[in-house]
């Protein structure tokens, strides 16, 4: 079962609607109950703040995200950090390999220019199964 929101970004001039599973609607639940628990109602406009360092309620900076993603990657014994952009491009090519096309790849991702999915193509797998993804259609405009 798929659950939608509606996201804004600072930077892009657009909202767009993401689709998540269950398991990220749950794991936001978790979230936001301990972020209200800490922060209190309207602690801060931003999805990701500090909720453990100081300033607590700031905006999770990068580097923070990043010593996350480490802390988690060293916690799940995977060998090798894994950091938020491998994240989000093993997403892109899981949409792939799923058989989506590269516009869902571009929509999911907030991607405006079309170019910018190429790099979430991997590539031909060994042994791999399934469809790929068709070519990019270029939008005018």
């Given at each position: 079962?798929?659950h939608?929101?509606?996201v ?18 749950q ?11 800490k ?13 453990f ?17 480490a ?71």
């Open positions: 079962m798929l939608d929101i509606v804004t970004v600072l930077q892009s001039k657009r909202a767009w609607v993401q689709p998540l599973d269950f398991l990220v609607v794991g936001f639940d978790q979230y936001f109950d301990e972020r209200l628990e922060l209190g109602a309207g602690g801060s406009d931003f999805l990701l703040v500090n909720l360092g100081e300033p607590l309620g700031a905006p999770m900076p990068p580097s923070a995200m990043g010593e996350l993603f802390r988690l990657s060293e916690r799940a014994g995977l060998g090798r950090k894994i950091g938020p952009h491998m994240a989000r491009r093993a997403f892109g090519s899981n949409v792939v390999d799923a058989g989506g096309s590269w516009d869902e790849v571009q929509m999911l991702l907030g991607q405006e220019h079309p170019g910018s999915v190429a790099p979430y193509d991997p590539g031909p797998q060994p042994g791999a199964r399934g469809r790929r993804a068709g070519p990019l259609a270029v939008r005018a405009g």
